[in-house]
Every structure is written in structure tokens, then in C-alpha cells.
């Protein structure tokens, strides 16, 4: 089997990875050839199966280093799909060709010539039940190196001494603990898990990316970097922590969905309010204002439509009120603009501007300040009007009522 390292490792051997893949390159198709290779491979094969429990129709399995594939062959059966990467292209192509041989669909197993570094992209993303890596390890000239760079591409959550198993929306299995969800969740109730040492899985509705963060917070370990999560998977995560009430983490999700409500207050508040967090309803309910009415409709949860339709109804009020008022002041400074000591004639274009702005959107009423701003910077000898007319909407909407007073 040939050698593989982490981009940073090696340090002191730079030749040493060339110099196994130039050796196995050349040597490949004599490997299976040597004396005892299959009985070696056979050995190796059934240590493995003692060692984890297999499920043919969900387990992904790396084989790293994976040579000729002899030992992946007799995991193949056991498994979904089993994907072989190694540096020797010589060693990629035999595997592929013993795949082509045994009549072995390549959806189901394949190899790949790729030095891996441990990146995000790497395999297409994917991530393994299982990291086989046979007869090859003493070819690693920095063992824990190795060792940290296969964990990388295993599934956080997933321990072959668990006794219970659970498939994801998108058929992935999770096995886990049940004294770990009976210490860390209210929302596993016994009746929903099978008998200890059973094969039977249960199925929950969320996806396998929601499940993979969800199960590590049952775990006395370091929680997942919700900064690298985007919103979408966040708002999903802090929907199953909610429901299988998963206390510890709550409060993080709570905090990063809130960090999210500039962009997303939509998302942000049909969490929000499913879930009684009334001081993060009302922060991002004001910003849904502005926001197509086709949206809300389409994304707003339906029991809280109502809701928000009387909420909306206040600002359309206060807008009405805004337009009314631009009409009521009466503007009698002179103007800076052509010295007039009487009238401003610039008076009803500035009020125009403004009036244009806030169209019939009762959303404008969130950028007040960039509308009346940029009329300051149009219409200077009429600034104290403009801003006493802005004053008076500002008022207006702090006067609102908050989201929460219309559920």
C-alpha cells in the first residue's frame, strides 16, 4: 500500500511520499501477486468486521492508502459505498480495474489518485462512517498526523458501541448513545427507541446535516463553530434543538440566529415566535416590514400570519400619518438658494423627494435616515423642515406597538 501525508507534515522527508509513489507506480501489478496476499487480505478484512457494525445499505467507508483494493473488495458486501484514495496512480488503477473485474458497480466502490490535506471540498465533501487504512501505516513517517488528517473526513457522530441507530430524512444512519440523550435531551422519549442491541433504526424528519450538528451537543466535547454555519442550516438546527429540547443549545442558537437578523428576519422570526423568544420577535419583526407581501405569504408560518398582517396594518397607519404631515408643515425660512428674504421655492421639491420615497412602502419607514439625509443634501435651506418632519415619524414608529402585543 503506498504513503500518504498531510500537506504539513513531513517536514523533514520531502522525497519520502515521491519516492513510494514512484516505487508502487512501478510495482502495482505485482501486489496482489505476493505470497499470502489474499489470506493477509482476508485476515485484515474480518479484524475490521469484528471491530464496527456494518450496515450494507447506509455505511460510507474511506479506504485510505487503499492500494489494489484487495482488502476493500471483501468490505464492499458489507457496505454502501466504499470510495479508496492513494497517491500511486499505478495502485488507483489496479483497484479500479479489480472493481471492473468482479462485476463491482462503481457507485458502490471506486478509487481515486488524490493527496489529501484535509480540506472541506476534498471527496466531494463527503463524510465516512468508517476510515480503513490497511498495511500502510508504517509507511507514515508522522502517525498522529495521519491519524488527525482521516478523522477529519469522519462523521462526528457515529460509535461503534452505540445501542441505538437513527436514519436522517436523507437515509444516513447516526448511531449514538441513549444514556447520552436521556442526560442532554428531554425530547428522545423512551417509547421512541428500540430495544438495546436491536438492528432496528428509527427514522426522524430532519437531514443528515442537521442531525450531524444536533447529536455532537450529547456529548461532553468541544460543540460545533456555529460561525462557519450558514443561516439555513442554523434556523434548522435551532428548530430540532427546540423540539428535542436539547437545553444546552439552546442559548447558542438563540444568540447566532439573532446575529442573523439584518439578513434573514423572516427566518429569524418564524423561530422566533414558534418558540416564545418575544425579545428576539420583536428585534427582527420591524425589518419583515420591508420585505415583499409575497414573501411574507409564502414563508411566513400560517398561524402567525394573522398576527403579522395586524402588525403590518400599524406601519401602513404611520405611514398614511407620514405623508399627511409633509403636507401639514408649513415652511417659511428663506431660502439659501436664490436669497429670497420671503418663501422658499425649493420647499415643495424637497417635500416631493420625500414624498416619492416613502411611496405607499410602509417599509420605508426603516430607512428614514437615508431618505431624509440625502433630501438635507439636495434641499439645504430646507433642513429645519425636514427634519422636524422626520422627527415627527421617528416618534411615530418608536410609538408601535411591539410584535409580541399582536400574538
Known amino acids: ?35 499470502n496476499a489474499p489470506e493477509l487480505a482476508a485476515s485484515v478484512c474480518n479484524a475490521i468486521l469484528e471491530a464496527y457494525s456494518f450496515d450494507k445499505e447506509a455505511t460510507l467507508v474511506l479506504d485510505y492508502a487503499c492500494g489494489t483494493g484487495i482488502v476493500a473488495r471483501s ?29 463491482i458497480p462503481t457507485e458502490k466502490m471506486r478509487a481515486v489518485r488524490v493527496e489529501l490535506k484535509g480540506e472541506e471540498n476534498e471527496l466531494e465533501g463527503i463524510k465516512f462512517d468508517v476510515v480503513i487504512c490497511s498495511l500502510a501505516y508504517h509507511h507514515f513517517d508522522d502517525i498522529p498526523a495521519v491519524t488527525r488528517l482521516l478523522a477529519f473526513f469522519l462523521k462526528p457522530v457515529n460509535f461503534p458501541d ?19 440523550l436521556e442526560t442532554h435531551s428531554d425530547g428522545f422519549p423512551p417509547s421512541a427507541f428500540c430495544a438495546p442491541g436491536s438492528n432496528e433504526v428509527v427514522d426522524l424528519s430532519e437531514p443528515a446535516a442537521t442531525l450531524d450538528l444536533l447529536f455532537q451537543y ?38 447566532f440566529l439573532a446575529n442573523g437578523v439584518q439578513d434573514n ?5 418564524n423561530y422566533a415566535v414558534r418558540h ?15 420585505l415583499p407581501l409575497e414573501e411574507v405569504g409564502a414563508h411566513m408560518y400560517q398561524t402567525y400570519m394573522g398576527s403579522w398582517l395586524k402588525y403590518y396594518g400599524e406601519w401602513q397607519k404611520i405611514l398614511e400619518l407620514a405623508c399627511l404631515e409633509g403636507w401639514r408643515i408649513a415652511h417659511t425660512s428663506p431660502c439659501r438658494i436664490s436669497n429670497s428674504p420671503t ?30 439625509t440625502t433630501a438635507h443634501g439636495l434641499y439645504p435651506c430646507a433642513i429645519e423642515s425636514l427634519r422636524q418632519w422626520e422627527y415627527f415619524i421617528v416618534v411615530k414608529v418608536k410609538d408601535i406597538p411591539k410584535f409580541r402585543t399582536f400574538l
Open 75 to 103: 468490505i464492499a458486501p458489507h457496505c454502501k459505498t466504499i470510495i479508496g484514495v492513494d497517491i500511486s496512480q499505478g495502485m488507483v488503477d489496479e483497484f479500479n480495474k479489480g472493481v471492473q473485474n468482479h462485476g
Open 276 to 290: 416564545h423568544y418575544h425579545d428576539i420577535a420583536d428585534e427582527c419583526a420591524p425589518l419583515t416590514v420591508s
Open 1 to 35: 500500500m503506498s504513503h500518504h501525508h498531510h500537506h504539513h507534515d513531513l517536514p523533514h522527508h520531502p522525497d519520502f511520499a515521491s519516492a513510494n509513489q514512484a516505487f508502487f507506480d512501478k510495482h502495482a501489478h505485482q501486489a496482489d501477486h505476493r505470497p
Open 343 to 372: 418663501t422658499c421655492p425649493h420647499w415643495l421639491a424637497a417635500r416631493q423627494n420625500v414624498l416619492t420615497k416613502l411611496g405607499a412602502r410602509p417599509g420605508a419607514l426603516n430607512d428614514l435616515a437615508m431618505i431624509f
Open 265 to 269: 428576519p423572516l427566518t429569524v422570526l
Open 162 to 180: 452505540a445501542d441505538i441507530a437513527f436514519r436522517s430524512s436523507d437515509q444516513v444512519i447516526f448511531r449514538v448513545h441513549i444514556k447520552n
Open 218 to 255: 450529547m456529548y461532553p466535547q468541544r460543540q460545533p463553530d456555529l460561525n462557519e454555519i450558514e443561516l439555513p442550516l442554523l434556523a434548522e438546527l435551532a428548530e430540532a434543538v427546540e423540539k428535542y429540547q436539547v437545553y444546552s443549545a439552546m442559548a447558542i442558537c438563540n444568540v
